[in-house]
């Protein structure tokens, strides 16, 4: 274990020795701000131009839609990080050849492995909650409005990124780095597009529709934990607003997820990072 | 770079029950190894054994299977069929690893890091203890003549610098085998003096070394036996006298070389190589050259000179590489 912890340290070091934690760290604060400065100043016009009791509601619900893009947008950012971070998680070095001197060591392959998952699960799991938790905080300071159940909405978000960049680490133990980028953006907009194909499914009643939409989303799990994720965002007048335009929206849910799906969400990594470690200790180096 | 010093790194207490038991085997037992790509088979049915405390010299032209054997003996690449053992153990046993340097062909690395946390790291991976790191770390600095330049970060060093900070690295858990892959292809000569030095140093310490490369004069001056490897087959070994001085050999230099002095040579020894006016001749005893001297004239033929010949590595490399690709 202290060598994977090991590798996880170099890891995280190399990810500051290369400007990535800095530079994301400045980007993210610009973007929190930008959101901050929008967020008041469309509260501020709501404010001036409604006046009646009804249309109060409808600023409410529209400020709750702002929290909820201002998340979507961060969640997509996280998942734009987990796959850039771990695209060349072993693929990188393997071809260059810098890998070759670490693995004439003492150490297992799944120790490598492991450690640099670790580390980029660390970077991603605790940026997609900084953020979506700053994200939060703004609404809630501007506008008051108060995510109702902030955990499991981050630790949804949070199981997302595990996916993605367990996928992506899986991908590089035998795919050359620029073609497992190519396949892991492929695959996440393909996710994106299973919660599309399942929001218009149910919206139409159409089961096939759905089924095929539910299907690739197991296999592509991203986009139907954050919605589950979104779920937790919304209050209850505007779970109401959104059940009425039901499929309007095709990046929220109007129900909390299921069991299943939460356990699947924390199984599928796993699955998959047994899957990166048997390739990855049998391959040629 | 400095001398070794003779303060030295115990072995670990888990390393301990093993330790005994490879005492006695082989640094390096190759046995049927056979590796293929698809349809490219990059070893043959190699065999090879290197003694402990030998420095064994692996020679070979590009792509003649040296570094596929290196990577089969760091558990890198998986045989396709065929043994691989290290002190005894499995090359692929994670084990076998705790007792080998390596430092690779065109070795690259962390550049982001200094040299002194490449070296941190390579020893806290090799299971070196923060005390044992803490000394043997500026020693090996020293060792590899980068004594005041561990701070720097890799980025900044030199092409010879980087292969010197790879050595250190290869070397600091002071191991009892090192693979060293062309390990002088980037230095200046004296750069390549300086490692040959640490070589030999090592190696008085009992060090056994695995010397890939295709610079036969260093292997000639390093290595007490080589083995020569073409296209994945090992087409000579032995003792690095005794290939030199193998089978003797003649110059003959006369007036004409034709197809008849060519049948009477013939008789005496294998032509190796001729010109208009030489015959090179291996022969099995070098005084048949006085018996040569009296049978030319009488054909016919006017002998200028007639030398016995001492062969070079370079002589022998090239007459079994060049004789496979005829």
């Not at chain 2, 030199?158 to 002071?174: C, D, T």
Request: glycine residues 8%; contains cysteine; positive net charge.
């Amino acid at each position: 274990m202290s060598k994977t912890l090991r590798i996880t340290r170099l890891t995280l070091k190399e990810a500051m020795s290369r400007r990535l934690i800095p530079a994301g760290i400045m980007v993210s604060f610009l973007y929190i701000v930008l959101f901050a400065v929008a967020y008041n100043f469309a509260q501020d016009r709501g404010v001036q131009v409604i006046t009646g009791q009804r249309s109060r509601a409808l600023v409410s619900i529209a400020m709750a839609s702002l929290t909820l893009s201002g998340l979507y947008i961060v969640n997509l950012l996280a998942g734009f990080l987990a796959l850039f971070l771990s695209v060349g998680a072993v693929s990188t070095e393997t071809d260059s050849g810098s890998l070759h001197a670490l693995l004439a060591r003492p150490m297992r392959r799944s120790q490598l492995l492991l450690g640099r998952w670790l580390a980029y699960a660390l970077i991603c799991s605790v940026y997609v909650s900084v953020m979506a938790g700053l994200v939060m905080i703004v609404a809630a300071l501007i506008n008051g409005y108060i995510t109702p159940d902030p955990a499991p909405a981050i630790g949804l978000m949070v199981l997302a990124m595990l996916f993605l960049v367990t996928l992506s680490v899986f991908g590089s133990t035998f795919l050359p780095t620029a073609t497992n980028g190519a396949v892991a953006f492929t695959l996440f907009g393909l996710g994106w597009l299973s919660g599309v194909i399942q929001v218009l499914g149910d919206t139409l009643n159409n089961a096939s529709l759905l089924n095929l939409g539910v299907t690739v989303g197991m296999f592509i799990p991203s986009d139907m934990l954050w919605r589950s994720a979104s779920y937790y965002v919304q209050s209850a007048s505007v779970l109401a607003a959104t059940n009425v335009f039901k499929g309007a929206l095709p990046i929220l849910a109007n129900a909390p997820p299921t069991p299943g799906l939460v356990m699947w969400g924390m199984l599928y990594p796993l699955l998959l990072l047994g899957g990166a470690t048997f390739i990855f200790s049998r391959r040629d180096i | 770079m400095q001398a070794v010093s003779t303060r030295s790194l115990a072995d670990r207490p888990t390393d301990l029950g093993t330790v005994a038991a490879r005492e006695s085997a082989l640094a390096i037992e190759v046995t049927g190894l056979r590796k293929a790509y698809g349809q490219h088979v990059a070893l043959h049915d190699l065999n090879l054994t290197v003694e402990p405390g030998e420095v064994f010299g692996f020679l070979g032209p590009n792509g003649a299977g040296k570094t596929t054997t290196i990577k089969i003996l760091l558990g890198l690449v998986r045989p396709t069929s065929g043994q691989a053992r290290v002190f005894g153990l499995p090359a692929s046993d994670p084990g076998a690893r705790r007792l080998v340097g390596y430092l690779p062909e065109n070795f690259r690395l962390q550049d982001w890091l200094t040299g002194n946390e490449l070296l941190e790291l390579h020893a806290d991976l090799a299971n070196l203890t923060r005390e044992e790191r803490a000394w043997r770390i500026p020693e090996v600095l020293r060792l590899v003549g980068l004594g005041d330049r561990g701070h720097e970060r890799l980025q900044s060093y030199s092409k010879g610098m980087l292969q010197r900070i790879g050595l250190a690295q290869a070397i600091v858990h002071n191991p009892r085998l090192l693979l060293l892959d062309e390990p002088t292809s980037a230095l200046d000569p004296i750069g390549r003096r300086e490692v040959r030095d640490l070589i030999r140093a090592l190696s008085s310490r009992g060090t056994t070394v695995f010397l890939n490369s295709h610079l036969l004069s260093e292997v000639e001056m390093l290595c007490d036996r080589v083995a020569i490897i073409d296209r994945g087959r090992v087409v000579k070994s032995g003792r690095l006298d005794d290939l030199v001085r193998g089978a003797p050999e003649l110059m003959i230099t006369l007036d004409c070389v034709d197809a008849d002095v060519l049948a009477v040579l013939g008789r005496f020894g294998r032509v190796l190589s001729h010109d208009l006016t030489s015959v090179r001749l291996g022969v099995t005893d070098a005084s048949v050259a006085s018996v040569i001297a009296e049978v030319l004239p009488r054909s016919g033929y006017r002998v200028y000179s007639l030398v016995p010949v001492q062969r070079s590595l370079e002589d022998v490399f090239m007459g079994l590489v060049e004789g496979s690709r005829l």
